[in-house]
Nanobody, 123 residues
Framework: QVHLVESGGGLVQAGGSLRLSCAASGRTFSVYTMGWFRQAPGKEREFVTAISRSGGSTYSTDSVKGRFTISRDNAKNTVYLQMNSLKPEDTAVYYC????????????????WGQGTQVTVSS
């Protein structure tokens, strides 16, 4: 079992930045691929980005490439999402999640989820 807790959400103006954190406890953090998903009101949860166990490789959805960066610190059992050049369409609840697999963009392949943190970008 892995327990995930997100933090760092808030209200920011378009063009601004936020850094989300996700702290993990429980089973060994470093064995999991870690991902970030988001869900806007009235929409399905969508994949944002993910990072391999070692942190050596990442993959992202096209809409955030060049703006969002995922990283992890296995010594601190924490994964981060640095979000720059934020847009109103980035407004959503952001969730971190853990998967035994690398390469998936499907929420079905992620076994553990945090409670989410709200990100609101004003225009």
């Amino acid at each position: 079992q892995v327990h995930l807790v997100e933090s760092g959400g808030g209200l920011v103006q378009a063009g601004g930045s936020l850094r989300l954190s996700c702290a993990a406890s429980g089973r060994t953090f470093s064995v999991y691929t870690m991902g970030w998903f988001r869900q806007a009101p009235g929409k399905e949860r969508e994949f944002v980005t993910a990072i391999s166990r070692s942190g050596g490789s990442t993959y992202s959805t096209d809409s955030v490439k060049g703006r969002f960066t995922i990283s992890r610190d296995n010594a601190k059992n924490t994964v981060y999402l640095q979000m720059n050049s934020l847009k109103p369409e980035d407004t959503a609840v952001y969730y971190c999640a853990a998967s035994a697999f690398y390469g998936s963009r499907s929420s079905k392949d992620y076994d553990y989820w945090g409670q989410g943190t709200q990100v609101t970008v004003s225009s």
